[in-house]
């Protein structure tokens, strides 16, 4: 079965950097993008972006342009977020989440468990 | 402008029927996904593609799209229906998610 397990919970000092990894298993890695999206203390959901194992390589939400970089190991079928420069604004839990096969890319369809990220000095 | 606007909270009793709408700019120009998520836990996606519901979702969950607003229906809503629920919408590159609505079954 399709399973993404991520790293656990990452404190981070104010202008520093967090690396967040997701783990998948029970699919074909380089067949889907995997989305970041994360989630304020009590608020909505945000998408931050994707990443793909393809020449379409990543793509980010403008807010988040110059401060987020999105990896991949397709040897070891693990993605990567790493956030830079971090506030309190970026306090959040961080999800990472399949896309759907091919033109389906954007249907969000298995999501990892959640990785909480406090920034704090 | 890009917003996606949901009701930030909806109540419904037992049995009932829940509609939770998503308006937006163009919204009926592309598919719109559904997503539940209980407190503490990671959302799941419930309805897609106007038409098509995941394995394992409950067939009371139902999409439709009218011009600029597209609608979640639970009928028959249960306790265990009570989530929050994000609409989300697409463009070629993008993905964008609507407030979310807090759906209470009382």
């Known amino acids: 079965q399709v399973q993404l397990v991520q790293s656990g919970a990452e404190v981070g000092r104010p202008g520093a950097s967090v690396r967040v990894s997701c783990r998948t298993s029970?699919?074909?890695?380089?067949?889907?993008?995997i989305h970041w999206v994360r989630q304020s203390p009590g608020q909505g959901l945000e998408w931050v972006g994707w990443?793909?194992?393809?020449?379409?390589?990543?793509n980010y939400a403008q807010k988040f342009q110059g401060r987020v970089t999105m990896t991949r190991d397709t040897s070891i079928k693990t993605a990567y977020m790493e956030l830079s420069g971090l506030t309190s604004d970026d306090t959040a839990v961080y999800f990472c989440a399949r896309g759907g096969y091919s033109t389906s890319w954007y249907i969000l369809d298995y999501w990892g468990q959640g990785t909480r990220v406090i920034v704090s000095s | 402008s890009n917003e996606v606007t949901q009701p930030p909270t909806l109540s419904v009793s037992p049995g009932q029927t829940a509609r939770i709408t998503c308006s937006g700019h163009?919204?009926?120009?592309?598919?719109v996904c559904w997503y539940q998520q209980r407190p503490g836990q990671s959302p799941q996606l419930v309805f897609y593609q106007d038409t098509r519901r995941p394995s394992g979702v409950p067939e009371r969950f139902s999409g439709s799209t009218s011009g600029d607003t597209a609608t979640l229906t639970i009928t028959g809503t249960q306790a265990m229906d009570e989530a929050d629920y994000f609409c989300?919408?697409?463009?070629?590159?993008?993905?964008?998610f609507g407030g979310g609505t807090k759906l209470t079954v009382l």
């Open positions: 990443s793909s194992s393809d020449s379409a390589g990543t």
């Open positions: 163009n919204l009926g120009h592309r598919f």
């Open positions: 029970g699919y074909t890695f380089s067949d889907h993008y």
């Open positions: 989300q919408t697409w463009d070629s590159t993008t993905v964008r």
